[in-house]
Nanobody, 122 residues
Framework: VQLVESGGGLVQSGGSLRLSCAAS?????????MAWYRQAPGKSRELVAN???????HYEGFVKGRFTVSRGSAEGSVSLQMTDLNPEDTAVYYC????????????????WGQGTQVTVSS
């Protein structure tokens, strides 16, 4: 199973983008957490936002109410609506899904998307 991302691109400061991430095959085990990370040039990868299985969301402080993470109808699908973008948001954005098998030995697993480039011009 792979995660396929879409929706990145070039946008002017103050603009909006919507990133989407979906699994290439049906995920039959339990998804625990879905998240978006980003990595700017010369910086470490950092968490942007996540959503857990009960729907509770978490956003890092730099989001400041500008982004919204949501689940899709298919297991393992997640979106990130980004508004009021600024040049500091320029980065490669990665989706991440973590889960656990529903049968013994209940192995945990983690998937990463290939990344999608978001570039915000001033």
């Amino acid at each position: 199973v792979q995660l396929v991302e879409s929706g990145g691109g070039l946008v002017q400061s103050g603009g909006s983008l919507r990133l989407s991430c979906a699994a290439s095959e049906e995920i039959t085990s339990r998804v625990l957490v879905m998240a978006w990370y980003r990595q700017a040039p010369g910086k470490s990868r950092e968490l942007v936002a996540n959503i857990v299985s009960n729907g509770v969301t978490h956003y890092e402080g730099f989001v400041k109410g500008r982004f919204t993470v949501s689940r899709g109808s298919a297991e393992g699908s997640v979106s990130l609506q980004m508004t009021d973008l600024n040049p500091e948001d320029t980065a490669v954005y990665y989706c991440n899904v973590r889960g656990v098998q529903t049968q013994p030995p209940y192995t945990t697993w983690e998937l990463w998307g290939q990344g999608t480039q978001v570039t915000v011009s001033s």
